[in-house]
């Protein structure tokens, strides 16, 4: 069974940082393009970031570009989101995606196969 796990939200004041994990078992980690993602209180879920399979290629929204860092060890089957100056706009469940292309990697959440059940990020002003 194929299953992503985040670790690392938590609580944090305005201007810190935090970095999150997704680790996923059950698949062929290099396989797989990884993604970001995030949902404030609200339906709506929002890309935050992606990388491609070798790590090589990352891209990332405009809100979070230069403060946000993504990355992947492809040995230990695990993402990251190094997240730096941090703002309340950034409160928010998020998610890591794994979709199954070796091409690029993509910002929209239905070419994603298997998700995580999330990790709270809560910004404090």
């Known amino acids: 069974q194929v299953q992503p796990v985040e670790s690392g939200g938590g609580s944090v004041q305005a201007g810190g940082s935090l970095r999150l994990s997704c680790t996923a078992s059950?698949?062929?980690?290099?396989?797989?393009?990884m993604g970001w993602f995030r949902r404030a209180p609200g339906p709506e879920r929002e890309w935050v970031s992606c990388?491609?399979?070798?790590?090589?290629?990352?891209y990332y929204s405009d809100s979070v570009a230069g403060r946000f860092t993504i990355s992947r060890d492809n040995a230990k089957n695990t993402l990251y989101l190094q997240m730096n100056s941090l703002k309340p706009e950034a409160t928010a469940m998020y998610y890591c995606?794994?979709?199954?292309?070796?091409?690029?990697?993509?910002?929209?959440?239905?070419?994603?196969?298997?998700w995580g059940q999330g990790t709270q990020v809560t910004v404090s002003s």
């Open positions: 059950g698949l062929t980690f290099d396989e797989y393009a």
């Open positions: 990388i491609t399979w070798s790590g090589n290629t990352t």
């Open positions: 995606a794994a979709d199954r292309y070796r091409g690029s990697c993509s910002r929209w959440s239905s070419t994603y196969n298997y």
